[in-house]
Nanobody, 117 residues
Framework: QAQLVESGGGLVEPGGSLRLSCLASGITFRTFAMSWFRQAPGKERELVASIDNIGYRTYYLESVKGRFTISRDNGKSMISLQMNRVTPEDAAMYYC??????????WGLGTQVTVSS
């Protein structure tokens, strides 16, 4: 059974850093592109960053470029999102998504990021 479990969320001050992780199980991880999405209250879910199955190509939402870094470890079936210079606009529930491009899509339950001084 496929499962994605996010962790690492919490309270961070503006300008601070946080590292999110997503651990996958029940899937052939190396065949899945992985993404981080976020959704703030009253807003639509948006793609924050993605990485292809071998970690070669990445994509970033314009507002997080230069501040966030997505990475993956296929040996550990895990992706991470390093968040630096966090702003109040980054506060949201962050979700991990796996997509093999052939119709298999899985989502985690999310981890909350709160930005406050």
């Amino acid at each position: 059974q496929a499962q994605l479990v996010e962790s690492g969320g919490g309270l961070v001050e503006p300008g601070g850093s946080l590292r999110l992780s997503c651990l996958a199980s029940g899937i052939t991880f190396r065949t899945f592109a992985m993404s981080w999405f976020r959704q703030a209250p009253g807003k639509e879910r948006e793609l924050v960053a993605s990485i292809d199955n071998i970690g070669y190509r990445t994509y970033y939402l314009e507002s997080v470029k230069g501040r966030f870094t997505i990475s993956r470890d296929n040996g550990k079936s895990m992706i991470s999102l390093q968040m630096n210079r966090v702003t109040p606009e980054d506060a949201a529930m962050y979700y991990c998504k796996a997509n093999n491009g052939l119709g298999l899509v899985y989502w985690g339950l999310g981890t909350q990021v709160t930005v406050s001084s």
